[in-house]
């Protein structure tokens, strides 16, 4: 028998490691220079980690601040966290017609144009409070942010409307500091950042909280650190990219074995069914798998709909007892199938380990596919938000 879950309806479950987190946000801790804070990025349901789990998680490992694109997301900070105090913070949309309810709940907004801001000053003038705001730096990115003909008029704004707007910060984004490829746009952009700094305390008369970095510029660029840092994937341990992994290890010293971050997710599932199949009969849809000799096959209950890639067919694996089954024949789009012949108690009711640690083999997320810089971010965001999230 397995301990598979036998709690909940579903077909498989993630499962969040808390010691993994706090593991992750000491080691991060530990390359921030002194009063540099650190702000949580959980934009995509928390790397498709589930907010509802993590963001308690969080709280517990030290974080008192979030960040998030949409104002839907903000709404999801203001109903898990535990602690009201915790800071929630919007980078990209929300509308005009919703900037009085986030003003009236404390959330923090990104300003990168001229209507919004005007837009945050009525509205909290009309509701009698101030709004929190973060001025988005155009520095060389060129999505969204004030660019630099604009940065006099904005700050002399801010100063003038001082009573409705509470300037939080200033703020930019640099385009791709995961790879050195990027290093010379990155020092412009940096250099850009610090140009508009400078315009900002000449017209305000102090130089304000400034924050640029995400993961990969905070451990690669820790001279860009300024006062914040917004931490995305590093914190549910995953590298930015392998290049940042490899200038951290050579800097700090550690080895493949020994890898300071740790992975916090576990999707797991459960053997569904197991039966025999005879040399030569294709396995599945079409003629994609043939058995080329007397095969013992599981289904496994996740397919795509659950975010197991299609493109995984016939070359994708999953954990059961410890060893690796591989997938035969097409990924479906509520199963799979994988070659069981050599697992001996691989059984019906077995765990199956889709992505993370089960024995002394680990399933990791690069291996879903094409090893590619931004393959992490985009499979952990594609986790399905009805898969239950539980903590470990
Ligand atoms: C997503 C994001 C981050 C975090 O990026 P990671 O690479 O996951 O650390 C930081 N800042 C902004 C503006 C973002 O959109």
């Given at each position: 028998?397995?301990?598979?879950?036998?709690?909940?309806?579903?077909?498989?479950?993630?499962?969040?490691?808390?010691?993994?987190?706090?593991?992750?946000?000491?080691?991060?801790?530990?390359?921030?220079?002194?009063?540099?804070?650190?702000?949580?990025?959980?934009?995509?349901n928390a790397y498709g980690h589930g907010i509802s789990t993590f963001i308690p998680m969080a709280e517990r490992a030290g974080i008192n601040h979030f960040s998030v694109f949409s104002a839907r997301e903000a709404e999801g900070v203001l109903k898990f966290r535990q602690n009201p105090d915790t800071g929630v913070m919007?980078?990209?949309?929300?509308?005009?017609?919703?900037?009085?309810?986030?003003?009236?709940?404390?959330?923090?907004?990104?300003?990168?144009?001229?209507?919004?801001?005007?837009?945050?000053?009525?509205?909290?003038?009309?509701?009698?409070?101030?709004?929190?705001?973060?001025?988005?730096?155009?520095?060389?990115?060129?999505?969204?942010?004030?660019?630099?003909?604009?940065?006099?008029?904005?700050?002399?704004?801010?100063?003038?409307?001082?009573?409705?707007?509470?300037?939080?910060?200033?703020?930019?984004?640099?385009?791709?500091?995961?790879?050195?490829?990027?290093?010379?746009?990155?020092?412009?952009?940096?250099?850009?950042?610090?140009?508009?700094?400078?315009?900002?305390?000449?017209?305000?008369?102090?130089?304000?909280?400034?924050?640029?970095?995400?993961?990969?510029?905070?451990?690669?660029?820790?001279?860009?650190?300024?006062?914040?840092?917004?931490?995305?994937?590093?914190?549910?341990?995953?590298?930015?990219?392998?290049?940042?992994?490899?200038?951290?290890?050579?800097?700090?010293?550690?080895?493949?074995?020994?890898?300071?971050?740790?992975?916090?997710?576990?999707?797991?599932?459960?053997?569904?069914?197991?039966?025999?199949?005879?040399?030569?009969?294709?396995?599945?849809?079409?003629?994609?798998?043939?058995?080329?000799?007397?095969?013992?096959?599981?289904?496994?209950?996740?397919?795509?709909?659950?975010?197991?890639?299609?493109?995984?067919?016939?070359?994708?694996?999953?954990?059961?007892?410890?060893?690796?089954?591989?997938?035969?024949?097409?990924?479906?789009?509520?199963?799979?199938?994988?070659?069981?012949?050599?697992?001996?108690?691989?059984?019906?009711?077995?765990?199956?380990?889709?992505?993370?640690?089960?024995?002394?083999?680990?399933?990791?997320?690069?291996?879903?596919?094409?090893m590619t810089n931004n393959l992490n971010y985009e499979i952990l965001v594609r986790l399905p938000a009805s898969i239950p999230r539980e903590k470990e």
């Open positions: 028998m397995s301990n598979s879950s036998k709690r909940s309806l579903d077909s498989s479950r993630i499962v969040l490691h808390e010691e993994a987190l706090k593991q992750n946000i000491a080691f991060l801790k530990s390359h921030l220079r002194k009063g540099v804070s650190m702000s949580s990025v959980i934009k995509g919007i980078m990209g949309m929300i509308r005009n017609e919703e900037l009085e309810w986030a003003i009236s709940e404390g959330v923090e907004i990104y300003i990168f144009e001229t209507d919004r801001l005007e837009a945050a000053c009525s509205a909290a003038q009309t509701i009698g409070r101030k709004a929190r705001i973060h001025v988005q730096i155009e520095t060389g990115m060129n999505r969204t942010g004030f660019e630099e003909q604009h940065w006099d008029e904005v700050f002399q704004y801010i100063k003038e409307q001082d009573s409705d707007l509470e300037l939080m910060g200033v703020c930019t984004h640099f385009a791709g500091a995961e790879s050195v490829a990027n290093y010379f746009r990155i020092q412009n952009q940096n250099r850009q950042f610090e140009k508009a700094l400078a315009a900002a305390e000449q017209r305000l008369g102090y130089r304000p909280m400034a924050h640029a970095s995400s993961s990969a510029a905070c451990l690669t660029y820790p001279e860009f650190q300024y006062d914040m840092v917004r931490i995305g994937i590093a914190q549910y341990g995953f590298w930015p990219s392998r290049e940042t992994y490899m200038h951290l290890a050579k800097s700090s010293g550690f080895m493949r074995d020994n890898d300071p971050l740790k992975r916090v997710l576990t999707w797991k599932s459960e053997v569904m069914s197991t039966k025999w199949v005879e040399e030569g009969e294709f396995i599945g849809y079409g003629n994609v798998y043939l058995a080329g000799r007397k095969m013992r096959i599981a289904t496994v209950p996740i397919g795509y709909t659950h975010g197991f890639a299609r493109n995984l067919t016939n070359t994708g694996y999953v954990l059961i007892n410890g060893e690796r089954a591989g997938v035969v024949g097409l990924v479906n789009m509520n199963m799979i199938t994988v070659d069981v012949t050599d697992i001996s108690g691989a059984e019906k009711g077995s765990e199956v380990v889709l992505i993370g640690r089960q024995g002394d083999d680990e399933i990791t997320v690069a291996s879903f596919g094409e």
